[in-house]
């Protein structure tokens, strides 16, 4: 998968964290590059010089490569001296002045997508906590990723140009709106989030919303949900929230569209404008 500047800001954004939670005045990091097995510096965050900038950092190579390789964290007190790495990065780690170093991949469904750095100018150990909080930026780095690629495969899959209602094409679009529906509440990034309901608006028909009482987000979902056949259970399940919470939603969007039934209420949301 090619990289991009949403991706990219999620490493930027966990460099942040790391920086916050570690105590530890210098985080780089960047993806892996497409069609490669290498990691591409991009994100600085407290460095001095540009030497890390644009480093491209082999698998194997060096401590973030053998991250990538392992795939999992690695560390060591003392960079240019250390036995556990090879030393193919040794100049521009030296001009940047960096002694103790950890690298920690980022890894969606097994596969390393990217490297958190984390570093002292000192040569110093760094303890398990330190690591550990390291380890949680990169989770928040990977779940964001996740998130990501599943909102694009749930695009990908409503692609086709519906056909006439009721239509194979029109009930795939039907299923991917309201499994990124259900997808939009587990996203912490508020840009990130907003980014996937503009996607789920594109998925609703093109017609103007007739006009009334607007509904709430959570009230869509539920929409959402029981148009695709669930339960208030397994709606409740999907948008992590409890079942009372889940009628409540859906009395109120019944009660906004004048609805008798779960099922006027879903024909009348897709009237309406709130559904595809």
């Known amino acids: 998968m090619a990289v991009d500047a949403a991706d990219a800001a999620q490493i930027r954004s966990a460099l942040v964290r790391l920086r916050r939670t570690t105590g530890l005045p210098v985080a780089f990091g960047g993806l892996v590059e497409s069609g490669r097995r290498q990691v591409r510096i991009s994100e600085l965050s407290g460095t001095a010089t540009t030497a890390l900038s644009a480093l491209a950092v082999t698998a194997g190579n060096g401590l973030g490569g053998r991250a990538v390789a392992l795939s999992r964290p690695c560390a060591v007190t003392d960079y240019t001296v250390s036995r556990q790495i090879s030393h193919e990065y040794d100049l521009p780690v030296a001009a940047e002045g960096l002694r103790s170093v950890l690298a920690v991949p980022v890894v969606v469904r097994r596969r390393v997508r990217g490297v958190l750095y984390g570093a002292l100018r000192s040569a110093q150990p760094l303890g398990d906590r330190t690591l550990s909080a390291a380890v949680a930026a990169a989770r928040d780095a990977e779940q964001a990723l996740v998130l990501r690629e599943e909102a694009d495969e749930l695009l990908t899959a409503?692609?086709?140009?519906?056909?006439?209602?009721?239509?194979?094409?029109?009930?795939?679009?039907r299923e991917a709106h309201a499994a990124l529906r259900a997808l939009a509440p587990r996203i912490t990034d508020p840009a990130l989030r907003d980014e996937l309901l503009r996607a789920c608006g594109l998925l609703v028909a093109g017609d103007a919303p007739v006009p009334g009482p607007r509904p709430a987000p959570r009230e869509v979902d539920v929409l959402a949900c029981v148009a695709g056949g669930a339960t208030n259970a397994e709606a409740a399940e999907r948008l992590g929230v409890g079942q009372e919470t889940v009628k409540s939603y859906l009395r109120s969007a019944m009660r906004k569209l004048g609805a008798r039934t779960r099922t006027e209420a879903v024909a009348s949301a897709r009237r309406t404008g709130w559904l595809p």
């Open 158 to 173: 409503a692609a086709p140009a519906p056909g006439p209602a009721g239509g194979t094409a029109w009930e795939q679009v």
